[in-house]
């Protein structure tokens, strides 16, 4: 008994140790440089550290230490990795997040597919 007891121990316990395996931040400094909003929050100009999980599709934006906005996003793949990070706006509205030199980016408006069309077409 008290091997099945270990044994079952052990292995609920093995997804505490692989998280920091797949829970990978992705993460980038922006300057937004005119007021901006994000699904509806204002945005004021400034420094914004972003904040997303790789494998998740929530993202903070944090201002001076603070979380100012948390919003749902979806991945895209890029065609090329992103030069620099930074954030993408149709008109005030931000709808893209790039991260440096990653093939990656943060999407506000659109389903998977629709972005993977529409990097098809950058």
Do not use: C
Not at 17 to 44: C, F, H, M, Y
Request: proline share 3%; no cysteine; charged share 25%.
């Amino acid at each position: 008994m008290r091997v099945r007891l270990s044994s079952l121990i052990a292995l609920l316990s093995l997804p505490a140790l692989t998280a920091p395996a797949w829970a990978k931040n992705q993460t980038a400094d922006v300057r937004l440089n005119r007021p901006g909003t994000i699904e509806g929050i204002s945005l004021q100009p400034g420094k914004y550290h972003i904040v997303v999980y790789e494998e998740g599709t929530e993202v903070k934006f944090i201002r001076d230490g603070k979380i100012v906005a948390y919003v749902q996003a979806n991945w895209v793949r890029l065609d090329r990795k992103a030069e620099h990070s930074g954030l993408l706006l149709s008109g005030d509205e931000v709808d893209e997040i790039d991260f440096a030199g990653k093939d990656i980016a943060i999407t506000f408006h659109l389903s998977v597919e629709q972005g993977a069309a529409t990097n098809a077409q950058r």
